[in-house]
């Protein structure tokens, strides 16, 4: 049986395949990075009732499988992850405090296809980007 989630007219299950790359598609997110912001998504994601249920950063590029209740607009919800995450790195990686002006981490747009019934093959694709992303690193080698 699926899990619907409620609200109080409303029955729902929408959820979307997220993918968005840093400012110039850099590879910037690694090491200490990349742990802070995995933690740093799911608590912004919180903040719109939204609900992360899979999620990879790679290193210049992010896939996260979200589920957003009907009552948010899809670009409310990424615009806020990606603003918020933004001035995290900021304060706890440049050492800005203050002014945030001009100061961009991520490029300005996103992909984002609905998952309908597909589910499971989504997150097996998620869990296997980086599998994919090392073999083709290792081709640019030779």
Not at 36 to 43: A, F, M, N, P, Q
Not at 54 to 72: A, C, Q
Request: glycine share 8%.
């Amino acid at each position: 049986m699926n899990n619907y989630n409620k609200l109080n007219h409303t029955t729902w299950d929408c959820k979307y395949h997220l993918i968005w790359i840093p400012k110039y598609r850099k590879k910037l997110i690694y090491g200490n990075l990349r742990r802070y912001l995995g933690g740093v998504l799911r608590e912004l994601a919180l903040q719109k009732e939204s609900n992360i249920i899979e999620g990879h950063l790679m290193g210049d590029h992010v896939h996260l499988l979200i589920s957003i209740p009907p009552k948010y607009l899809i670009s409310q919800v990424v615009g806020h992850i990606k603003g918020k995450s933004a001035i995290h790195i900021a304060r706890t990686y440049t050492g800005r405090r203050n002014n945030f002006t001009g100061q961009n981490f991520w490029a300005r747009g996103y992909f984002v296809p609905t998952v309908v019934r597909d589910e499971e093959t989504v997150k097996k694709y998620i869990k296997k980007q980086e599998e994919t992303d090392r073999k083709v690193d290792q081709l640019k080698l030779f």
